[in-house]
């Protein structure tokens, strides 16, 4: 075949400097964070940016370490994210246990409700929510931030898809065992499907970290805001100190990092299900 | 869709129980903070409110009239419209070429895929603040960039007729290693056997993609424009970080004035926001209407 070798040619170099010039774009943040975080303000402020910084610096990393609230709010996304995703799996795997393995009138209305709750946006219970917490007295405390999302539909439809899967003839084997529900559920189903729970887990802890609308309107005290709340807040100072915000920046967006980069499979398998977030 | 494992229709009684008890913790979070409250965004909806935002008499649908009424409102929905149409065509449309030149049989794309997919790890809050300081107009990078080629430097938060492209450009950011993600899985599941007859009967390159790829990615890219859009609708932080829905109420969208008639500088009108927040419900279902509508006439999804 002599399909024109050239405009190949020409097409797989277009291709590749495409994307490399794409890769750059879209990494250059990424990059700015981990290195910029690193770097004096003096030295940030040169143009062109130092791409391969001279000096280093420890500094921003300091002074993030000193203002207290950031360290205390570094431990508040985690105790806050923490909680949810624990709770988020244990109320998704009985959850959907139920749906799956055990009697149930009306099997189809109640996982109806379910997936409907996936399609109400946060924004529409947003205003009842804070009221009801301010009444119970919780604004501005752990429980507060918590509480609206112990439990999810998206955990429930993940492991009920997995739990369906499951073959008959393991359940058959564990049952004439006397294994009961819940020692099944615990010593077989659970250890089973960990790569499932992984995907769950994996999801629920991004976007509880990442949370920003529920933890700005319910946390009033620096002391209670989480980390994203304060980071927003090192924009809004009256001296900008970029060096400060890029370190606390990197800081926070370390575990979710870590997890996007060596978790990439986990993220794949929950990629489709529950469109809201 | 297979059905599931039917139990036996004797089944104990204590076993009945045991699912509902398993249901419980759900179905009481639903309830207490899903079920409830958006009955109560009707009920606030359709009331008056005192100023510190306690209901104070029923009103009927007025707050309802009042927006349709209102030019400030005709704009918010104006810019929210704008602001979807910023963030969705480009990021997928821009997904899509990155993840069809991944196609191309190059190398390094494991790396290249994994270096799309990183902006995926940061939060709105955290991608915000590292665009408000590329935005900074004297010490910013982009600036900086510019005054390189020549141009003049621009006011990117500060501009009302360029704000809410800054905005979308975060957005955009921020959502491509979703995108990238989405589509890319979406490549892997078309059949390897499907592309390598369109390429042994001399399909290659552009005519493959055209052809082949992104017919086979419809579903995908329709799944991606649904979601992007309703991701859209939800936008708050980055419009909160950056601009407070200024300069001149250019980047106001529908959820920004929620969060500002409802909790921003001491307002607690919470009649006019529940009303507003009636109608992003609304959009947002249609949406996802459209969604199911469509995916169940033309396509299984896993």
């Known amino acids: 075949m002599t399909r024109a070798p050239l405009t190949r040619v020409l097409g797989r170099a277009a291709a590749h400097l495409l994307l490399a010039s794409a890769a750059l774009a879209v990494c250059f943040p990424v990059y700015y964070v981990l290195v910029g975080s690193f770097m004096t303000n003096a030295d940030l402020a040169v143009y ?7 000096h280093l610096t420890l500094g921003n990393f300091a002074g993030a370490a000193r203002s207290v609230p950031l360290a205390r709010q570094y431990l508040n996304s985690a105790l806050v994210a923490g909680v949810i995703t624990t709770a988020q799996l244990l109320t998704s795997i009985l959850a959907a246990y139920a749906l799956v393995f055990l009697p149930l009138r009306f099997r189809g209305a109640v996982f109806g409700v379910f997936l409907a709750t996936l399609m109400v946006p946060g924004e529409a219970v947003i205003i009842p929510n804070y009221l009801t917490l301010s009444g119970w007295g919780l604004a501005d405390s752990y429980p507060a931030l918590v509480l609206p999302f112990l439990a999810s539909a998206f955990g429930t439809f993940m492991l009920r898809q997995a739990f369906r899967q499951f073959p008959q003839e393991l359940r058959d084997a564990a049952r004439l065992d006397g294994a009961g529900h819940w020692r099944f559920l615990w010593r077989i189903l659970v250890p089973l499907n960990k790569p499932t729970l992984a995907a769950v887990a994996v999801y629920v802890f991004l976007s509880a970290w990442n949370q920003y609308f529920w933890p700005l309107i319910i946390t009033r005290s620096a002391q209670m805001q989480t980390l994203q709340i304060g980071l927003a807040g090192l924009h809004d100072a009256d001296v900008a100190d970029p060096g400060l915000i890029l370190a606390g920046v990197l800081l926070s967006v370390l575990p979710t990092l870590l997890l996007v980069v060596f978790g990439q499979r986990f993220i794949v398998r929950g990629l489709t299900a529950g469109a809201v977030r | 869709m297979p059905t599931s494992p039917r139990p036996p229709s004797s089944a104990r009684p204590a076993e009945k ?6 249901l419980l913790p759900s179905v009481a979070v639903f309830a207490l903070f899903l079920g409830y409250p958006l009955y109560r965004t009707c009920y606030l909806s359709t009331h008056a409110n005192d100023l510190f935002g306690a209901p104070t008499r029923y009103v009927g649908l007025q707050h ?5 009424g209102s030019a400030e409102f005709a704009r918010t929905l104006a810019t929210t419209g704008l602001f979807v149409l910023l963030t969705v065509v480009p990021g997928v449309l821009g997904a899509l070429l990155l993840v069809l030149l991944l196609e191309g049989r190059i190398r390094g794309v494991r790396l290249l895929r994994s270096a799309f997919a990183l902006p995926f790890a940061f939060s709105v809050a955290g991608a915000s603040v590292v665009f408000g300081v590329f935005y900074n107009p004297a010490t910013g990078v982009i600036n900086g960039l510019l005054s390189h080629v020549g141009a003049g430097p621009v006011n990117w938060l500060t501009d009302s007729g360029v704000a809410l492209v800054s905005v979308s450009l975060v957005t955009i950011w921020l959502n491509l290693g979703y995108n990238v993600l989405v589509l890319s899985a979406g490549i892997g599941s078309i059949p390897p056997e499907i592309s390598e007859a369109a390429r042994l009967d001399g399909a290659g390159g552009w005519r493959l993609a055209r052809s082949i790829t992104v017919p086979l990615l ?85």
């Open chain 2, 17 to 22: 129980a045991l699912a509902w008890a398993f």
């Open chain 2, 218 to 302: 419809g579903p995908h890219l329709f799944f991606l424009v649904v979601v992007s859009t309703i991701n859209a609708l939800q936008t708050l932080g980055q419009i909160n970080i950056l601009t407070k829905g200024g300069p001149d109420h250019s980047t106001t969208t529908l959820n920004y004035s929620i969060y500002q008639k409802a909790f921003a500088f001491g307002s607690s009108d919470f009649g006019t926001a529940s009303a507003q927040a009636v109608v992003l419900l609304l959009v947002v279902l249609a949406c996802t209407a459209v969604q199911f509508g469509v995916i169940e006439r033309k396509v299984h999804y896993a």
């Open chain 2, 64 to 68: 309802y009239a009042d927006l349709l």
């Open chain 1, 48 to 54: 062109p940016p130092a791409l391969v910084p001279h």
